[in-house]
């Protein structure tokens, strides 16, 4: 596999876990949520990955655009585009952040690579 696109990578498991022994040549990780992005690029960092995984502070979507993001601060890794789609009444969405949305073919020529795309984004498929 030439490429992983990591959409959602929170603080980098699985962009972590994917790149140490494997024949993955580089990684996207996209983390539209400051504090989780501030995680991932220090988890890259500390597992010496910083050749192969590129963080990106954007949220992939189907149009470039501002948006808002909602998130439960009591779990970071819980954050909603859109409040309706809160499906835990646990969820308490009290921290708003401004975020970039950006099209994948806009930013990146995938012509001619195997690529794996892991898409974990809170219901924003």
């Given at each position: 596999m030439d490429t992983l696109v990591d959409v959602g990578a929170n603080?980098?498991?699985?962009?972590v876990l994917l790149?140490?022994?494997?024949?993955i040549r580089e990684t996207l990780a996209f983390e539209p949520?400051?504090?989780?992005?501030?995680?991932l690029c220090g988890n890259i960092f500390v597992n010496n990955l910083n050749e192969k995984v590129t963080?990106?502070?954007k949220a992939l979507s189907d149009h470039n655009r501002e948006r808002k993001i909602h998130i439960d601060p009591e779990s970071t890794?819980?954050?909603?585009?859109?409040?309706?789609?809160?499906?835990?009444?646990?969820?308490t969405?009290?921290?708003?952040?401004?975020?970039?949305?950006?099209?994948l073919d806009d930013i990146y020529n995938f012509s001619e690579r195997k690529i794996f795309i892991k898409?974990?984004?809170e219901g924003h498929e």
């Open positions: 603080i980098g498991v699985y962009s790149n140490v022994n494997t024949t949520v400051k504090c989780n992005y501030n995680q963080a990106i502070n890794g819980v954050s909603r585009m859109d409040l309706e789609d809160a499906t835990r009444k646990s969820e969405f009290t921290k708003e952040e401004a975020i970039t949305c950006v099209k898409i974990d984004v």
